[in-house]
T-cell receptor, first 111, second 116 residues
Framework: EDKVVQSPLSLVVHEGDTVTLNCSYE??????LLWYKQEKKAPTFLFML????IEKKSGRLSSILDKKELFSILNITATQTGDSAIYLC???????????FGGGTRVLVKP | GAVVSQHPSWVICKSGTSVKIECRSL??????MFWYRQFPKQSLMLMAT?????????EQGVEKDKFLINHASLTLSTLTVTSAHPEDSSFYIC????????????FGPGTRLTVT
């Protein structure tokens, strides 16, 4: 059974801080790992990672995948209150095209 | 970007009644839609994969006779919770895939179901 574990469960930071979110996984025939941001309702897509060691970057967010150690990290630099959300990590196996989600990390950025 | 809507956004029903939730892709055709369930402070759990014109594929442990899924067109899938019980109270989210890539999957805003 595919498994995705995220840590920490939650964290509170102040504006301007940097946060690092972790996602470890066990999946048969890994295809890709995805990060989503869920603010109030629908998760929105952030990154899709398929290759080790190649950083994906979008503004203050970046992410990297380590397929040998089976984990990914999501970094947010110079955090803003608008970054407050639940960040979800999901993996896709080669069979099925479906996503298995981790439990999420709840981030609260205080002014 | 691709937009997915859900209706209703929240619903309260009595035990024993059935509730239908609609998921629509507004500006694209979706051959595949997914239904998820999310309990408070928990992650998304895939319930079933819905393909247009064919029977849905349910995940292990999900009762297909209780959670009826109909994907009648390329823009609409429905989830009917039959004979609802309080333990069915949850946040139900659908997603629709616009292309072949898994990242081309867009989520609806969710439906909060409360069964009293």
């Amino acid at each position: 059974e595919d498994k995705v574990v995220q840590s920490p469960l939650s964290l509170v930071v102040h504006e301007g801080d940097t946060v690092t979110l972790n996602c470890s996984y066990e999946v048969t025939n890994f295809r890709s790992l995805l990060w989503y941001k869920q603010e109030k309702k629908a998760p929105t897509f952030l990154f899709m990672l398929t290759s080790s060691g190649i950083e994906k970057k979008s503004g203050r967010l970046s992410s990297i995948l380590d397929k040998k150690e089976l984990f990914s990290i999501l970094n947010i630099t110079a955090t803003q209150t608008g970054d407050s959300a639940i960040y979800l990590c999901a993996v896709e196996a080669r069979s099925g095209n479906k996503l298995t989600f981790g439990g999420g990390t709840r981030v609260l950025v205080k002014p | 970007g691709a937009v997915v809507s859900q209706h209703p956004s929240w619903v309260i029903c009595k035990s024993g009644t059935s509730v239908k939730i609609e998921c629509r892709s507004l500006d694209f055709q979706a051959t595949t839609m997914f239904w998820y369930r999310q309990f408070p402070k928990q992650s998304l759990m895939l319930m079933a994969t819905s393909n247009e014109g064919s029977k849905a594929t349910y995940e292990q442990g999900v009762e297909k006779d209780k959670f009826l899924i109909n994907h009648a067109s390329l823009t609409l899938s429905t989830l009917t919770v039959t004979s609802a019980h309080p333990e069915d109270s949850s946040f139900y989210i659908c997603s629709a895939r616009s292309g072949e890539g898994v990242h081309e999957q867009y989520f609806g805003p969710g439906t909060r179901l409360t069964v009293t």
